[in-house]
């Protein structure tokens, strides 16, 4: 079994930044594909964006590209999600989440196995 604790939200004033943070244990973390999403009240779970085991490719959403960066460090089983010139819009729970096997389709909840419970991240205007 995994788990995932992210960690890192808060309340920000729209163009502040913020990183978050998926702490992970339980098993052989560098294998795994990670993701993060998020969810707005009355929204549908939405990708926000990922990173391959090595960390060699990386996919975002068009919604936070050029503002959202997602990195990793295997030796320390973290995930990151550094997040700059955040918008009212982002105001969701962040969850990441951890997938054992790659199959391409990282865009999807549906790919991954694992799930952290989310951090609240807010954003004022």
């Known amino acids: 079994q995994v788990q995932l604790v992210e960690s890192g939200g808060g309340l920000v004033q729209a163009g502040g930044s913020l990183r978050l943070s998926c702490a992970a244990s339980g098993h052989t973390f560098s294998t795994f594909t990670m993701g993060w999403f998020r969810q707005a009240p009355g929204k549908e779970r939405e990708f926000v964006a990922a990173?391959?085991?090595?960390?060699?490719?990386?996919y975002y959403a068009d919604s936070v590209k050029g503002r959202f960066t997602i990195s990793r460090d295997n030796a320390k089983a973290t995930m990151y999600l550094q997040m700059n010139s955040l918008r009212p819009e982002d105001t969701a729970v962040y969850y990441c989440?951890?997938?054992?096997?790659?199959?391409?389709?990282?865009?999807?909840?549906?790919?991954?196995?694992?799930w952290g419970q989310g951090t609240q991240v807010t954003v004022s205007s």
């Open positions: 989440a951890a997938e054992r096997y790659y199959s391409g389709s990282y865009y999807y909840t549906r790919a991954y196995d694992y």
């Open positions: 990173i391959t085991w090595g960390g060699g490719s990386t």
